[in-house]
T-cell receptor, first 114, second 113 residues
Framework: KAGVTQTPRYLIKTRGQQVTLSCSPI?????VSWYQQTPGQGLQFLFE???????NKGNFPGRFSGRQFSNSRSEMNVSTLELGDSALYLC?????????????FGPGTRLTVL | DQQVKQNSPSLSVQEGRISILNCDYT??????FLWYKKYPAEGPTFLIS?????DKNEDGRFTVFLNKSAKHLSLHIVPSQPGDSAVYFC????????????FGTGTSLTVIP
C-alpha cells in the first residue's frame, strides 16, 4: 500500500509570491491534516479536512488556506509569502473520523522563502 | 501558546541503557496522547499511544506512562538501540473532536554504541 505522498519535496520562492503544495493520502483515508514544522516550534497544526470539508483549523493567518478534493487529495496554499513561512510542511492522513486513529505522515515539502 | 512541551531538546544514552523522554501538557481536556519518531528527511512515524483512561501502555521495548494529575507523560525505551536515534515528538488531542493534534517541539535522542 502506497504511503502519503507530497509534492513537490523542495520549493524556493520569494517574498510576496504564492505557493501551492499537494498531498495524496493513503488510499481509503478520508482525513488529511496539514502541519508546519519549524525549528524550536515543533509541529504546528494548520487545518484538517474530512470529506472535502475543513473540520478543524489552527491559529494561522488567512494567507494559509487549503482544500480537499473528492478523491481525498488535498492542497495547501500560502499567499503573499513571508520569510517566516520558510518551514517543512507535513501532511498526514488517517482512516476515519476519530481522534484515536493513527495519523500517517508524508515526507514533507521543504519551503524556503527568500 | 505551546500546550504540549518537551523541555529537553536532546538526550544521549548508551546502547543497552534506558532512554526516558518527557512531555508536559497544559490543557486538561486532552485525553489521547501519542509519541512519534522522526528520522531526517522523513515524516514522523507513529510509535505508541495512550488514552487518558490508562496510566501505562507497553509495546515491546517502548512504554508510555501518563500522570494525569501532573499533566505529564513519558516514553521509556528499554533497552536503547542505535537505531532508536531520532527526534521524538509527543502529541495530544481531545476536547474538540476531529484530528487536531498538538505537538511538542521534539527531543533528539542519540544512542551511543
Amino acid at each position: 500500500k502506497a504511503g502519503v505522498t507530497q509534492t513537490p519535496r523542495y520549493l524556493i520562492k520569494t517574498r510576496g509570491q504564492q505557493v501551492t503544495l499537494s498531498c495524496s493520502p493513503i488510499s481509503g483515508h478520508r482525513s488529511v491534516s496539514w502541519y508546519q514544522q519549524t525549528p524550536g516550534q515543533g509541529l504546528q497544526f494548520l487545518f484538517e479536512y474530512f470529506s472535502e470539508t475543513q473540520r478543524n483549523k489552527g491559529n494561522f493567518p488567512g494567507r494559509f488556506s487549503g482544500r480537499q478534493f473528492s478523491n481525498s487529495r488535498s492542497e495547501m496554499n500560502v499567499s503573499t509569502l513571508e520569510l517566516g513561512d520558510s518551514a517543512l510542511y507535513l501532511c498526514a492522513s488517517s482512516l476515519v473520523l476519530a481522534i484515536t486513529n493513527e495519523q500517517f505522515f508524508g515526507p514533507g515539502t521543504r519551503l524556503t522563502v527568500l | 501558546d505551546q500546550q504540549v512541551k518537551q523541555n529537553s531538546p536532546s538526550l544521549s544514552v548508551q546502547e543497552g541503557r534506558i532512554s526516558i523522554l518527557n512531555c508536559d501538557y497544559t490543557n486538561s481536556m486532552f485525553d489521547y496522547f501519542l509519541w512519534y519518531k522522526k528520522y531526517p528527511a522523513e515524516g514522523p512515524t507513529f510509535l505508541i499511544s495512550i488514552s487518558s483512561i490508562k496510566d501505562k501502555n507497553e509495546d515491546g521495548r517502548f512504554t508510555v506512562f501518563l500522570n494525569k494529575s501532573a499533566k505529564h507523560l513519558s516514553l521509556h525505551i528499554v533497552p536503547s538501540q542505535p537505531g532508536d536515534s531520532a527526534v521524538y515528538f509527543c502529541a495530544a488531542s481531545g476536547g474538540r473532536g476531529g484530528n487536531q493534534f498538538y505537538f511538542g517541539t521534539g527531543t533528539s535522542l542519540t544512542v551511543i554504541p
